[in-house]
């Protein structure tokens, strides 16, 4: 019955019709490829994320500190719910930061967030990435994990180098699917992977991008700063339950007729590995790329 269910190209056209039938709503209009939730539906595991990557982001945003200007002009793109753009106008107190994000709800809670510390240089505006504008603006252009859920990274990564001033830097970071990773091997974890496979497809997104991003740079004449490679802590139970709540928060937006019942045995199951003691499993490592951009 479960083999059943991952006839994906079956589940490949009614994915294209769930594009079809969904309501237009403006102001969440990323969702077409974004299909976790946002607002304070998916809080919590952009918590999780930042639980599992943020230190990451923190010790790579104070590596660069040095190599801002003092009232540096920030833009960060896909913000979320504002965690890191609070945490960078806190690190750099005289820095002024625009944080865009598609969706509505998601500013929504980073301006509360961003008043609640009493954060002022900060401002978060409902935009697409796929529409930015900037030139030659800013001494920092910064996106995790955005780039994954665009379906042309390399044009959104074009207009952010285009929004940096000559020799400012632009930071991604983001997720491969190719070092997604399990241990011991598990038939339920080995089918949710196959899903994120078939769904990045449907989407036409491409969820291995982190280790592209560096030919996608230099493509574009950025100079490389950095590239590194950071694993999660894969025995943290928040770390190992990622995939299980991607995939919850991902199930409204998988096609009506779309068999539930059996992704719920699935999701059931996969709940239950990431709970055993000696699984080890994570969505991804995190990849670092920094890049600067030339000065002509
Ligand atoms: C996985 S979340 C990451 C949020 C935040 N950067 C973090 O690391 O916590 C991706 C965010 O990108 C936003 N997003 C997706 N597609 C977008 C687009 N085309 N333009 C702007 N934001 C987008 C989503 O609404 C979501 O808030």
């Not at 974004?34 to 639980?51: C, K, N, Q, V, W």
Request: aromatic residues 8%; negative net charge.
């Amino acid at each position: 019955m479960l083999l059943k269910l991952y006839n994906w190209s079956l589940v490949g056209c009614l994915l294209i019709f769930s594009n079809l039938l969904s309501p237009a709503n403006c102001a969440e209009k990323a969702a077409d490829t974004y299909l976790l939730a946002t607002g304070r539906a998916g809080e919590t595991r952009l918590a999780l994320i930042d639980e599992a990557y943020g230190h990451f982001s923190r010790s790579l945003l104070e590596s660069l500190h040095s190599s801002l200007p003092e009232n540096a002009q920030i833009l960060s793109i896909g913000c979320g719910t504002g965690t890191i753009e609070c945490q960078m106008a806190q690190y750099w107190p005289n820095a002024y930061i625009k944080a865009i994000d598609s969706s509505q709800a998601q500013i929504d809670i980073s301006r509360d967030k961003a008043a609640s510390l009493g954060l002022k240089k900060i401002t978060f505006i409902f935009q697409d990435a796929n529409d930015l504008i900037y030139e030659n603006s800013f001494d920092l252009v910064y996106a995790r994990l955005l780039l994954i859920h665009v379906q042309d990274p390399v044009s959104v990564l074009k207009r952010m180098e285009r929004a940096a001033k000559p020799g400012a830097l632009i930071i991604c970071e983001e997720i491969s699917s190719s070092s997604f990773h399990c241990e011991p091997p598990n038939e339920f974890y080995a089918k949710a992977f196959q899903l994120t496979q078939e769904i990045a497809q449907e989407k036409k997104v491409d969820y291995d991008i982190g280790v592209k991003l560096p030919g996608y740079m230099a493509d574009l004449g950025l100079t490389l700063v950095r590239f590194s490679r950071q694993e999660p802590d894969r025995a943290n139970l928040n770390v190992k339950k990622q995939l299980f709540l991607s995939l919850t928060e991902a199930k409204p937006k998988l096609p009506a007729n779309f068999d539930g019942q059996s992704l719920d045995t699935l999701l059931g199951e996969l709940e239950k590995f990431a709970d055993q003691d000696n699984s080890r499993i994570s969505m991804s490592d995190l990849f670092q790329v920094v890049g600067r951009k030339t000065v002509k």
